[in-house]
Structure formats: C-alpha cells, structure tokens
C-alpha cells in the first residue's frame, strides 16, 4: 500500500483555468513537501509544510497542510502551460525515511 | 553552485549484467540519497548516505548496493539485472542529515533500460 496518494492522478485543464490536486494519507506527519518535475529533469522542491491548517502561498501555487496533519492540497490559480508538470508530495516515515506518493500529472494546454 | 550531476544519463543493459551509477552532490553537502522512479510504483527510497555511512536503506533486495566516499561523491550498484530494474534513478543531496524539513536537490537522473 502507498503511504501517499495522490489524486487525480492525471489532470489536463485550458489555459487560464483553476485546478486543485490531493495528496492523502492515514499516517499523521511532522511535515510535508510538495515537489514538481518536469520531463528529463529531477524533482525540484516548491514548499515544506508544517504546522497543521498551514496555508503557504507561491505566486499562484497555493498549498494547504490538513489540520490533523495527514493530508495537504495543492491549488494552482489561472494556470499556464508552465504550470505543467508532475507534481509529488513527500512526507519522512519509519526510521526517517523519504516517501513520495505517485504523482499528480499535470498538463496545462495553451 | 553547481547542481547534483548524475552520470551517465543513459545506459542500455542486458539481464543478468551489473551496472554502476554515480552522483556528485552539490558541494558541501553530506547527505545523498538514490531512489527509483517508474511509471507504476513512483519514486521509492533506495537509500541514504550520510559521511560515508548508509544510514537509511528502502524495501529492495540485496542486488542493489551503494557506497559514500570521503568526497561525498556516491555510487550505486546493481547486480544481476533483471527487465524490472528499467527506471529512472534520482540522487539527490543535502546539507544534512534527513531532517523532515530537509530539501531534496535532485539530479537529472540517469535512465536505466534492460534488455
């Protein structure tokens, strides 16, 4: 079983649209990371959470850490074809490890 | 600052073959991390290094194996390839020691095909 999901698990919008992506799970974490990657490249880090309700804000990328700590969203505003992109959350587990749900593909069409 | 390097970027194996990765961290980093990116399962954990010592290891079998050397530079093997081991592999580094907070920089990855 996945410690993270991710949902929907691929998302194709318009340009100029809003979209929101989920990543859930049953486990309760100190702190969680959204990352985005793009084709031929490694993850890149967008934003650390890590106090329960947290709201942290990236341009038009807004990201929301669940209040029990166990889910956090991602919502981007008006999104661009730059905007495209999987997108992966991350959370440390067990004896410290990094664990990555699988992803949030998203393809922003011009 | 230069970014994590990976090399090489491709490799066509056959099974049965082993293979060996490297990655240079940034500089001044001490924490390197591998993992395996496929369509199906997604990034899972390979392991962590940190000051030459493995300090984290993930749910693979004992094929896969890696090392730290003094220079925080990193390779990782993998024995007896089977048609399963096609993947990405991404190494990543940090200044520490797998804090929670910690960032990930990650390289570009090198794509593994097996034959």
């Known amino acids: 079983t996945q410690l993270l999901e991710q949902s929907p698990q691929f998302l194709s919008i318009q340009e100029g649209e809003n979209l929101t992506v989920y990543c859930n799970s049953s486990?309760?974490?100190?702190?969680l990371q959204w990352y985005r990657q793009e084709p031929g490249e490694g993850p890149v880090l967008l934003v650390t959470?890590?106090?329960?309700?947290e709201v942290k804000k990236l341009k038009r990328l807004t990201f929301q850490f669940g209040d029990a700590r166990k889910d956090s969203s991602l919502h981007i505003t008006a999104a661009q074809p730059g905007d495209t992109g999987l997108y992966l959350c991350?959370?440390?587990?067990?004896?410290?490890?990094?664990?990555f749900g699988k992803g949030n593909q998203v393809v922003v069409i011009p | 600052k230069a970014g994590v390097t990976q090399t090489p970027r491709y490799l066509i194996k056959t099974r049965g073959q082993q293979v060996t990765l490297s990655c240079s961290p940034i500089?001044?980093?001490?924490?390197v991390s591998w993992y395996q990116q496929t369509p199906g399962q997604g990034l899972q954990f390979l392991f962590e290094?940190?000051?030459?010592?493995?300090?984290n290891k993930g749910n693979f079998p004992g094929r896969f194996s890696g090392r730290q050397f003094s220079n925080s530079r990193s390779e990782m093997n993998v024995s007896t390839l089977e048609l399963g081991d096609s993947a990405l592999y991404l190494c990543?580094?940090?200044?520490?020691?797998?804090?929670?907070?910690?960032?990930?920089?990650f390289g570009p990855g090198t794509r593994l095909t097996v034959l």
């Open positions: 500089s001044g980093h001490r924490s």
């Open positions: 290094y940190f000051s030459e010592t493995q300090r």
């Open positions: 990543a580094s940090s200044p520490n020691a797998g804090r929670s907070t910690d960032t990930q920089y």
């Open positions: 959470v890590v106090t329960g309700g």
């Open positions: 991350a959370a440390r587990y067990g004896n410290n490890r990094l664990a």
């Open positions: 486990s309760v974490f100190s702190s």
